[in-house]
């Protein structure tokens, strides 16, 4: 359960790079997988299912791009066992906010329980209004809107939301901010119409 030396991990990497041999793939899960496991939980402090689950994500990942690791800038290992670690935390973010979003919506329901007639009224001015937000949004931007109204933080799971390109991890973060913030800009102008037009 140790990683490979530097020349294996290079030959390895040149093998995935022909993307023409079948068993470069299932080695570089045999190679990767549980020492990268074994570094997230004993170090990182994951559960071997939260460490199992963002691993393979990254190395599904690398295996699709694998033109985007730079040789010259660290060891292999290092470069997947540190997207494994954003993919963790990216992981336990996401799996919080839902959590908090859950918790939130069951206080708010609990204390503002309706009447019948007045769960009505809601539903239809709520169908009225996202009608009224679909015809605002472009379709391209619906998928990553929604994403943030229910309180995703996670930059991965916007960026494919948003249909952005494979970036390096500092201009992934900056793409997937500046689109997040013309989408709450124009949520924001959104809600400011509407009150505008409501009687």
Request: hydrophobic share 40%.
């Given at each position: 359960?140790r990683f490979?030396?530097h020349?294996e991990?290079?030959?390895l990497?040149?093998?995935?790079?022909?993307k023409n041999e079948?068993?470069a793939?299932?080695d570089?899960?045999?190679?990767?997988?549980?020492?990268?496991?074994?570094?997230?939980?004993?170090?990182?402090g994951?559960t071997k299912?939260?460490?199992?689950?963002?691993?393979?994500?990254?190395?599904?990942?690398?295996?699709?791009?694998?033109?985007r690791y730079?040789?010259?800038?660290s060891?292999?290992?290092?470069?997947?066992?540190?997207a494994?670690e954003?993919?963790?935390?990216?992981?336990?973010?996401?799996q919080e906010?839902?959590?908090?979003?859950?918790?939130?919506?069951?206080?708010?329901?609990?204390?503002?329980?309706?009447?019948?007639?007045?769960s009505?009224?809601?539903?239809?001015?709520?169908?009225?209004?996202?009608g009224?937000?679909e015809?605002?949004?472009?379709?391209?931007?619906?998928?990553?809107?929604?994403?943030?109204?229910q309180?995703?933080?996670?930059?991965?799971?916007?960026?494919k939301?948003?249909?952005?390109?494979?970036l390096?991890e500092?201009?992934?973060?900056?793409?997937?901010?500046?689109?997040?913030?013309?989408?709450?800009?124009l949520?924001?102008?959104?809600g400011k119409?509407?009150?505008d037009?409501?009687p």
């Open positions: 359960m490979p030396s020349a991990e290079q030959a990497h040149e093998r995935v790079l022909k079948s068993l793939s299932e570089v899960f045999r190679v990767f997988m549980d020492p990268i496991i074994k570094f997230l939980c004993t170090h990182r994951k299912d939260e460490a199992h689950d963002a691993v393979c994500d990254v190395l599904l990942e690398y295996l699709e791009n694998p033109e730079q040789a010259h800038k060891r292999l290992s290092t470069y997947l066992t540190r494994a954003m993919q963790a935390r990216d992981m336990y973010r996401s906010a839902r959590q908090r979003r859950e918790r939130e919506f069951g206080g708010v329901i609990e204390l503002r329980a309706r009447t019948p007639n007045e009505l009224e809601i539903i239809v001015e709520a169908r009225l209004a996202v009224r937000l015809q605002a949004v472009q379709e391209k931007d619906r998928a990553a809107l929604g994403l943030i109204l309180g995703e933080r996670s930059t991965h799971a916007l960026a939301a948003m249909n952005l390109p494979p390096p500092k201009d992934l973060r900056r793409a997937v901010k500046r689109n997040r913030d013309r989408l709450m800009k949520l924001g102008r959104f119409e509407d009150r037009v409501q």
